[in-house]
């Protein structure tokens, strides 16, 4: 039998830099991940022969490359990942960067740091990435079948306190606020760049049990509005990768209500600009599944309001009308369980995440149902709905609003007023920085195309290409 051939290792020089950086002995990082081993249940014996065996190119086997990781982060006081200690070995490449809904919690921060790294760096496999809808289903088995993190705490980096998570919340809530009134086009260089310098140190740093769930659960929301601001940037590969992270961040806090919102209102959204019908409605009964009983009355009505959106495209009236009952019934008892009045009343004993979706909403997911449907006596009632209870604030989702309204009266033939509706939203998208308002004035001038002869509707196509150019 022929001997077979060696393969030269190159010296890992990746390594040997973080090494330096962190000003650790070659002894030193072998006691560090000994004792960072311990506390993950795993006898490591290294010693400083097994550090120079890995700066030669050795890789250790099994999960020693993750805690090598850690122990260096820890040092150094941020998240390192295997990719930076140049021992991936293929499984953490550029490529397949946030696609996975990892195993431990330990990988669950070094996925999402990765993202949060490659996407200020403008990697190119990032924004040039294609969706496939098959990886928004699978995160969402992985996270049906998978039981609590049974610990997040970690004794690492700086300490984080219950400040830390409230500065998160407020930052994200401040960021909301600003990507409602201007679009994501101006805020979301802001929100990577925080997820990257700031929350990336935090995620690496020293939290108690509870302080760490509530830092998870602050870090999820963040991310997750991260992705939906790469989808209104025109950047849906992005978005994807976002939400897969934001999901298995809701997993680390326990929480598995926002898990479920992830699903409804996030990856089947997505599915739905990506015309996957069938995935709309998977994803949002997998969020019902797995938030049963975990939820208010509220996100109940959303993730019914997300099914039907998958039914209505696949032109299934009669199932679509069966869960729109639901939705609406949910939203009863939302509404008679809560106290207050006007925009988000009932929404007392509702999570923050989900106080938005009130009666306007759900008005505008029907609309949408309507409209797919071909139904336009509804879906004009309930875009006019959604329009009267919509506050000036909410300038993009009022110009999606109009677009819906317009699209309504298209289909009832009503071209001059669609083509003023449509006006309107033109007038508040100019205002915005926004890739999604702009695919739905596309999807608007598509279905003015049989009528173009008329006057109004050349005036309205030529406003648009004034408003590209």
Not at 74 to 92: C, H, Q, S, Y
Not at 250 to 264: E, M, N, P, S
Not at 371 to 378: E, M, S
Request: aromatic share 6%; proline share 3%; hydrophobic share 40%.
């Amino acid at each position: 039998m022929a001997a077979r051939p060696l393969v030269a290792r190159q010296p890992n020089e990746r390594l040997q830099a973080l090494i330096q950086e962190a000003g650790c002995s070659n002894a030193g990082l072998a006691r560090r991940v000994n004792m960072c081993g311990a506390e993950h249940g795993l006898d490591l014996r290294y010693d400083k022969t097994s550090v120079a065996r890995w700066l030669r190119g050795q890789q250790p086997r099994g999960r020693a490359p993750a805690i090598i990781a850690e122990a260096l982060g820890r040092k150094l006081g941020r998240t390192v990942t295997i990719d930076e200690i140049g021992m991936a070995n293929g499984k953490n490449l550029a490529s397949g960067v946030g696609l996975q809904f990892s195993p431990t919690v330990l990988g669950a921060i070094e996925q999402v740091c990765e993202l949060w790294r490659s996407d200020v760096g403008r990697r190119d496999f990032l924004s040039g990435s294609s969706v496939a809808a098959s990886a928004l289903v699978e995160p969402s088995r992985d996270w049906l079948i998978t039981g609590m993190d049974q610990q997040v705490a970690r004794s690492a980096g700086a300490r984080v306190g219950t400040a830390d998570v409230e500065a998160v919340r407020a930052m994200t809530d401040a960021l909301t606020q600003l990507d409602h009134q201007f679009g994501s086009g101006h805020v979301r260089p802001v929100v990577v760049h925080y997820l990257n310098s700031v929350v990336s140190g935090l995620l690496a740093g020293s939290y108690r049990e509870a302080v760490g769930r509530e830092l998870f659960a602050a870090v999820a929301r963040l991310t997750e509005l991260a992705g939906y601001m790469a989808i209104d940037t025109g950047q849906p590969g992005l978005a994807q990768r976002y939400y897969i992270q934001a999901l298995r961040l809701a997993q680390a806090a326990g929480d598995r209500g926002y898990g479920g919102y992830v699903l409804a209102a996030s990856m089947s959204h997505l599915a739905a600009q990506l015309g996957n019908p069938r995935e709309i409605a998977q994803l949002a009964r997998a969020a019902q599944e797995g938030a049963r009983g975990r939820v208010t009355p509220r996100a109940e009505a959303m993730f019914y309001a997300a099914e039907a959106r998958g039914h209505a495209l696949l032109g299934d009236a009669r199932t679509t009308q069966l869960v729109v009952a639901r939705a609406e019934v949910a939203m009863e008892r939302a509404e008679s369980s809560g106290s207050g009045s006007g925009p988000g009343s009932g929404s007392g004993d509702d999570p923050v995440w989900i106080r938005h979706f009130d009666r306007a909403y759900l008005a505008d997911e029907l609309a949408h149902c309507y409209r797919d449907l071909g139904q336009a006596d509804a879906a004009e009632r309930a875009a006019r709905e959604a329009l009267d209870r919509l506050p000036e604030t909410r300038v993009r989702r009022r110009a999606i609003g109009l677009v819906l309204l317009a699209t309504a009266q298209v289909q009832r033939r009503e071209v001059e007023h669609a083509c003023h509706t449509g006006m309107r939203a033109v007038e508040l998208l100019g205002t915005l920085r926004s890739n999604r308002g702009a695919e739905y004035l596309d999807d608007l001038q598509q279905r003015l195309e049989p009528f173009g002869e008329e006057a109004v509707v050349r005036e309205f196509g030529a406003r648009l290409d004034v408003q590209a150019a």
